[in-house]
Nanobody, 120 residues
Framework: QVRLVESGGGLVQAGGSLRLSCAAS????????MAWYRQAPGKQRELVAT???????NYLDFVKGRFTISSDNAKNTVYLQMNSLKPEDTAVYYC??????????????WGQGTQVTVSS
């Protein structure tokens, strides 16, 4: 069974920084893509950033230049460094990964979410 466990959320003032981590564990044969999503109250979940196993990255326009996604493939861990945080960044942040497991099937997994609150 594969699990994604996030950490690093919290309360920060506008302009501050936070670093989120997400570690995948279980029977993992390969990871294709890891990503961060977020969901603010009353809004749909939106994609924030993705990173492939080869290191290619993509970002939501609103976070470009402020957020950086990175990964440690040896640890099956993805990070999201968030700088210059704004109150609009307040949301629950979810880790997502496309993982090859036993049976040679690619499946999509989600973490439990971590709350990020930015005060003005």
């Amino acid at each position: 069974q594969v699990r994604l466990v996030e950490s690093g959320g919290g309360l920060v003032q506008a302009g501050g920084s936070l670093r989120l981590s997400c570690a995948a564990s279980g029977i993992i044969l390969s990871i294709n893509t890891m990503a961060w999503y977020r969901q603010a109250p009353g809004k749909q979940r939106e994609l924030v950033a993705t990173i492939t196993s080869g290191g290619s990255t993509n970002y939501l326009d609103f976070v470009k230049g402020r957020f950086t996604i990175s990964s440690d493939n040896a640890k099956n861990t993805v990070y999201l460094q968030m700088n210059s945080l704004k109150p609009e960044d307040t949301a629950v942040y979810y880790c997502n990964a496309r993982i090859l497991t036993t049976g040679l099937q690619w499946n999509n997994y989600w973490g439990q979410g971590t709350q990020v609150t930015v005060s003005s």
